[in-house]
């Protein structure tokens, strides 16, 4: 993760690039930005299955809903 942008920036560039994004990608926990992007400015993103080969284990991915 670039230390030059904020943890917040990353995440919503991750999201704007129409990639999903995990807490493994992002090597801390994302949720806290995923809430704030949703509330405060007004993205939606939903939750899905990651299929990133980071873990073994099933886990929850981030991804943009531009439907809406
Ligand atoms: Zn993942």
Redesign the pocket.
Known sequence: MNVKISKLDYVRDVLNDDK?I????AGTSIRKQVHELKKNFGVLIYAER???D??KTK?I?YVIDWAN
Do not use: A
Request: net charge positive; hydrophobic share 25%; aromatic share 0%.
């Open positions: 999903v995990c807490k493994h990608q990651c299929h990133c980071l873990v886990h991915g």
